[in-house]
């Protein structure tokens, strides 16, 4: 039995005016990976708002729940269709991890992932429409 594709991310990614242009695309680019990898995204469901915002907009404390934060940090906040159970939510962000900091300089310490899932009916992809989705 093939399983049901639970689509429709839209990514917000929020760091430093000081990460230049390649690697706010790595960054990017190693999100979509991941969400192509676990949550078995297709290719073209690619939607992201990267802001680039000057440091003192970007506030968190230096160590919380025991990990240490730097002037580094990025925040990736995800929305996506309800569906994913726990596991697949962890691997989510142990990849996302993984492929940012094995193609930047940035720690994992600095990534801060939110993911917020709502339904399929919460969406509209243009025209003003609730699209019927195909794919999921």
Do not use: C
């Not at 300089?105 to 195909?134: A, R, T, V």
Request: hydrophobic fraction near 40%; charged fraction near 25%; aromatic fraction near 8%.
């Amino acid at each position: 039995m093939k399983s049901k594709r639970i689509t429709m991310p839209l990514v917000r990614i929020t760091l430093s005016e000081n990460y230049d242009i390649k690697t706010r695309d790595l960054i990017s680019n190693g999100v979509h990976r991941a969400l192509m990898d676990e949550f078995h995204i297709p290719k073209d469901d690619f939607f992201h708002i990267i802001e680039s915002v000057r440091s003192p907009q970007l506030r968190f404390p230096q160590e919380y729940l025991d990990i240490k934060h730097t002037k580094d940090i990025v925040y990736i906040q995800i929305i996506a269709a309800i569906g994913r159970d726990v596991i697949k939510k962890r691997n989510l962000y142990r990849q996302i991890s993984l492929n940012i900091s094995n193609s930047t300089p940035i720690n994992p310490q600095d990534l801060i992932i939110i993911l917020l899932e709502n339904s399929k009916h919460d969406w509209s992809f243009g025209n003003g429409e609730m699209q019927n989705f195909k794919h999921i």
